[in-house]
């Protein structure tokens, strides 16, 4: 019961077909709406369709249903692109079939699928692995996917249906399709969509880099550095004993750092202590509290902000000149950024912004050269996907609605924002060692250490951009100064969950070796043997701590887990009632986040993530059918370890003509002696 809730055919056929909309407008789009080259053409149009399908579902469903706002959008998305393909036609040549053009097509077309192939194989392998992993936060991910799905798009917290939630989800439009539409379950499109948008990411950095290097080796160790590549806190683990004594002396444990050691030096000798590792425990020193090998982003909205990223890059026409409709879909897909990776997009948007502003000014100067409509074509798209930010929903449009309310007197209700303050002393905050100040050596080794190679790649990038400044080529140019922007915020401010901060200097790393690789690859001929060799390294030092999580993250390919807690009785209630319940339900559940997994309905328990409503946590400690059902839940979901913690008159208090118990499910007696149970008690709340 992990892959498919539904067991009707049709609803998988429907679901293909509305694939195969946005897949094949996507396709046309980017052949005929953009300047790529053949073998770029298929990947990046399934990625733009893709992107394009998540964007449009989420701003349609601010208006509609949610099963018209997919259906509307892939539609949408497949019009866009035979009008594009039909723009193109009057100047495309006839080109006469022969047994020579015949071998040709086929050649090429055997050379183009083996990308689609590779994104294939790459999205199963994922699946299954993460199919084996519960980490990162899957008590909040997998209830949001599930009620998206139910409807709740926009979604509001998944554990407070009167807060809206101001969060990342972009990743999840696409999950919530897969459970609403496609008939599987909320765990296992979670692991599938996260799957997909790591294959593509992987796939799309091999053919950036092929484009700028005109090499497969390089576009292979492109793409292998972009999924890879990561800090190297294993370093330290080489460090004499009584040096590594010193460093850890500095460093202060936090989180699952702290769980796993309390010291830096313990915690490098062991296993990383994390729920839902999968079979084989991580080795501590090779993984990072800062900067992430990108197959191992498996919270948050995954890989799709790196995804968006190379696809931008790959879309850009060589002129810097957009057509109407190619314009039109980059922009949505720039405005993806915002719904899934706030932080990247407000930072490239100002990199843009900056960019063009230092190119205008100098054309101001001097003389005109920047081609004819780049002003306008850039400033419609900082202006259209400012705009998009601002009413598409996530953490943008909730900090923005809240900034609004508070201008009026009053305030609006929606959680997950906190509050910003600077950083003194200058720093980086790590997940696991602490906030490291640059102002203290030992916290810069470690520091540094968590950064890794990648770091160096700053100036290389610096001295290549600084001369395309002249040439309009604003994207990249805002990347790199995002890039900057993104250190520098991580350094100099402090957020109210502090380790949150972290994704600002890990997407600057990657966004420099996205950048810095392909330059390194094109001088790097040029270079004496001392210097190659020095490459050689950095590239060993970057992909080590990725090669050896992925190897720890293999062995999960075997290994089955809904999620750290989810059982084979919760898949089945699931598979019998998820979005059955009547639409504004509430299911009072002991452990919050479980309920809206199973069901797709909003229980009221939270005030925010990690703070239960005391009315609720009082429940849960005295519980009482007809004061729950007067709290307005409707029904109550048993489990074992919870009844049996509960005195015999509390118990005994279910045992009212009012609780109607609905579904039992009990595990073998071979197996244990677990059961879950669904009781409907709206009767009770009529009771004195």
């Not at 040709?104 to 999205?123: E, G, V």
């Not at 498996?298 to 002129?319: D, F, K, V």
């Not at 002249?470 to 520098?488: E, H, I, K, N, T």
Request: hydrophobic letters at 50%; charged letters at 10%; a positive charge.
């Amino acid at each position: 019961m992990y892959w498919i809730r539904t067991d009707n055919p049709l609803d998988l056929f429907l679901y293909l077909l509305l694939t195969a909309s946005w897949a094949v407008g996507g396709c046309l789009l980017a052949g005929n709406a953009f300047h790529l080259r053949r073998a770029e053409r298929l990947v990046t149009g399934l990625s733009a369709g893709l992107l394009l399908f998540i964007t449009l579902s989420n701003l349609l469903a601010n208006l509609l249903p949610l099963t018209p706002a997919y259906w509307l959008s892939a539609v949408g998305i497949l019009l866009a692109g035979l009008l594009a393909a039909r723009a193109a036609l009057p100047g495309q040549a006839a080109l006469p079939i022969t047994l020579t053009g015949l071998k040709n097509a086929l050649r090429l077309i055997l050379s183009i699928i083996q990308y689609p192939l590779a994104i294939a194989i790459l999205t199963v392998l994922f699946t299954f692995i993460h199919r084996g992993l519960a980490l990162f936060d899957e008590y909040l991910h997998i209830p949001l996917v599930s009620t998206m799905a139910a409807g709740d798009i926009p979604p509001h917290l998944y554990v407070n249906p009167d807060l809206r939630f101001a969060y990342h989800y972009g990743i999840q439009v696409f999950a919530a399709s897969l459970v609403r539409l496609g008939g599987l379950f909320p765990w296992s499109a979670w692991d599938a969509s996260r799957a997909a948008a790591l294959a593509f990411t992987l796939v799309l950095g091999y053919l950036w880099v092929r484009r700028m290097t005109h090499s497969r080796k390089a576009g292979w160790l492109g793409g292998l550095l972009f999924g890879l590549g990561g800090g190297a806190r294993w370093l330290l683990a080489l460090l004499p004993g009584p040096w590594l004594a010193w460093l850890s002396e500095g460093i202060q444990m936090r989180n699952t750092g702290l769980d796993t050691g309390s010291t830096l030096a313990i915690a490098l000798s062991r296993p990383w202590v994390i729920d839902g590792s999968g079979p084989i425990s991580f080795p501590f020193a090779f993984h990072n509290g800062i900067f992430v090998p990108v197959t191992f982003t498996l919270g948050s909205t995954g890989a799709l902000p790196y995804m968006t990223i190379l696809t931008l890059l790959l879309l850009l026409p060589p002129q810097r000149r957009f057509t109407p409709l190619g314009l039109a879909a980059w922009t949505l897909i720039f405005a993806n950024l915002a719904l899934s990776a706030e932080h990247l997009f407000a930072m490239l948007w100002l990199g843009i912004a900056l960019a063009a502003v230092l190119a205008v000014g100098k054309r101001a100067a001097k003389r005109p050269f920047l081609p004819g409509g780049s002003i306008l074509q850039w400033g419609v798209v900082l202006a259209s996907s400012a705009l998009l930010s601002a009413l598409q929903g996530g953490f943008i449009t909730e900090t923005l609605r809240s900034l609004g309310a508070a201008l009026l007197g009053g305030s609006a209700a929606n959680s997950n924002a906190y509050g910003f303050a600077l950083r003194w002393p200058p720093g980086l905050y790590s997940a696991h060692l602490g906030q490291l100040s640059i102002l203290d050596v030992r916290q810069l080794l470690a520091l540094l250490a968590e950064l890794g190679p990648v770091l160096l790649l700053i100036p290389v990038v610096i001295a290549w951009q600084w001369p395309r400044r002249r040439r309009a080529d604003w994207f990249s140019l805002g990347l790199g100064w995002s890039a900057l922007l993104s250190l520098l915020f991580g350094l100099l401010v402090e957020y109210g969950v502090d380790r949150s901060t972290t994704r600002m200097a890990d997407t600057a790393l990657w966004t420099w070796l996205v950048l810095g690789f392909p330059i390194l690859w094109q001088k790097g001929k040029q270079l004496n043997l001392p210097a190659r060799l020095g490459l050689d390294l950095g590239c060993i030092v970057a992909l080590a701590g990725g090669v050896v999580i992925l190897a720890f993250q293999l062995p999960a390919l075997c290994f089955t887990q809904y999620t750290y807690y989810l059982t084979d009785l919760d898949a089945g209630i699931a598979q019998d009632y998820w979005n059955r319940l009547p639409a504004s339900a509430q299911v009072f559940d002991p452990m919050a986040s479980r309920a809206p997994a199973l069901f797709g309905r909003i229980p009221r328990a939270h005030s925010a993530i990690y703070f239960p409503l005391p009315e609720w946590q009082a429940l849960v400690d005295d519980p009482n059918p007809v004061t729950i059902s007067q709290a307005g839940f409707d029904y109550v979901y048993f489990e074992a370890g919870w009844w049996h913690s509960l005195s015999k008159a509390q118990q005994a208090r279910f045992e009212q003509p009012c609780v109607n118990f609905m579904e039992e499910r009990r595990e073998p007696a071979s197996i244990g002696t677990d059961y879950r149970i669904l009781a409907d008690i709206s009767a009770c709340k009529a009771q004195p």
